[in-house]
């Protein structure tokens, strides 16, 4: 599995970004695919996730900010971001989980800077 993420970069707090993840290599519809960020000198953490039949599932500090979605056609994964806080400052990793198994697949990475 493969995954390519784009779209980061600076933006005043209340703005907003999209990313993007594209996925290959497999079988999309089998796998969870999403988003976890890892702030300056902190842990990763899961931002949202999305699985073909379920709900998404956000973070309790992204609920109503944040949408995730994903486009099965393109096999890509989008997590459109709004009102955006310094606090959501981090590099962003999109990862893929086939459905069952442990294994995390990561994406490389984009830096998202949200300026107060």
């Known amino acids: 599995v493969q995954l390519q993420a784009s779209g980061g970069g600076l933006v005043h707090a209340g703005g907003s970004l999209r990313l993007s993840c594209a996925f290959s290599g497999s079988s999309f519809s089998l796998y969870v695919t999403g988003w976890y960020r890892q702030p300056p000198g902190k842990q990763r953490e899961l931002v949202a996730n999305i699985f073909s039949g379920r709900s998404p599932t956000y973070a309790d500090n992204v609920e109503g900010r944040f949408t995730i979605s994903k486009d099965s056609a393109k096999q890509n994964v989008y997590l459109q971001m709004n009102s955006l806080k310094p606090e959501d400052s981090a590099v962003y990793y999109c990862?893929?989980?086939?459905?069952?198994?442990?294994?995390?697949?990561w994406g490389q990475g984009t830096l998202v800077t949200v300026s107060s």
């Open positions: 990862y893929a989980r086939q459905m069952g198994l442990s294994t995390h697949y």
